[in-house]
T-cell receptor
Framework: AQTVTQSQPEMSVQEAETVTLSCTYDTSESDYYLFWYKQPPSRQMILVIRQEAYKQQNATENRFSVNFQKAAKSFSLKISDSQLGDAAMYFCAYRSARLYDNNDMRFGAGTRLTVKP | DTGVSQDPRHKITKRGQNVTFRCDPISEHNRLYWYRQTLGQGPEFLTYFQNEAQLEKSRLLSDRFSAERPKGSFSTLEIQRTEQGDSAMYLC????????????????FGPGTRLTVT
């Protein structure tokens, strides 16, 4: 079974600084997707960034980028120029790319990010 | 608003009562998922639908839980004889599977229904 581990329950960053959130996963599959979701205090999950395992290039979305290390099964999220609105719970998630799979997400336990003004 | 909506947002019930939650997915999405999230944890998969067919249920989904998606649009999740351990946030998500043998991409989540069983 696939598992996702986020070893940092809490992180904090100074506004305008850079922070990196860690995520490791365990799978025997070769094709899959990885995601970072943000869950602000209002609790609605919002997709931050997606990475396809077959792509070697790391995904980027504006101030958000990932460091995907497939051999190490590591998928970290870097937030540059942190803003107060980035404060939230961040969840790393895994989804199989197998055909005819239910494609349910496997989530880590989350990292609570605090942004200090 | 074309996002995923859930109703109610909060529900407080006494142990032993039945509760029902509703999820309205993004209109063109054919897949609908239910997850449960307890405090300090990430969401855990409960069940999912492809159109109106319920295709998989997690072992977390006890016999007291039942889900329907009668016309392939909205879905309901019912919990019978609620227990204190059922207290959690129940999240609904939807996605688009692009045809037989095609995987769906990211899931879009609703705001959740927070259930408190007293």
């Amino acid at each position: 079974a696939q598992t996702v581990t986020q070893s940092q329950p809490e992180m904090s960053v100074q506004e305008a600084e850079t922070v990196t959130l860690s995520c490791t996963y365990d799978t025997s599959e070769s094709d899959y997707y990885l995601f970072w979701y943000k869950q602000p205090p209002s609790r609605q999950m919002i997709l931050v960034i997606r990475q396809e395992a077959y792509k070697q290039q790391n995904a980027t979305e504006n101030r958000f980028s990932v460091n995907f290390q497939k051999a190490a099964k590591s998928f970290s999220l870097k937030i540059s120029d942190s803003q107060l609105g980035d404060a939230a719970m961040y969840f790393c998630a895994y989804r199989s790319a197998r055909l005819y799979d239910n494609n349910d997400m496997r989530f880590g336990a989350g990292t609570r990010l605090t942004v200090k003004p | 608003d074309t996002g995923v909506s859930q109703d109610p947002r909060h529900k407080i019930t006494k142990r032993g009562q039945n509760v029902t939650f509703r999820c309205d997915p993004i209109s063109e999405h054919n897949r609908l998922y239910w997850y449960r999230q307890t405090l300090g944890q990430g969401p855990e998969f409960l069940t999912y639908f492809q159109n109106e067919a319920q295709l998989e249920k997690s072992r977390l989904l006890s016999d007291r839980f039942s889900a329907e998606r009668p016309k392939g649009s909205f879905s309901t999740l019912e919990i019978q004889r609620t227990e204190q351990g059922d207290s959690a946030m129940y999240l609904c998500a939807s996605s688009l599977a692009l045809g037989p043998g095609r995987t769906a991409y990211e899931q879009y989540f609703g705001p959740g229904t927070r259930l408190t069983v007293t």
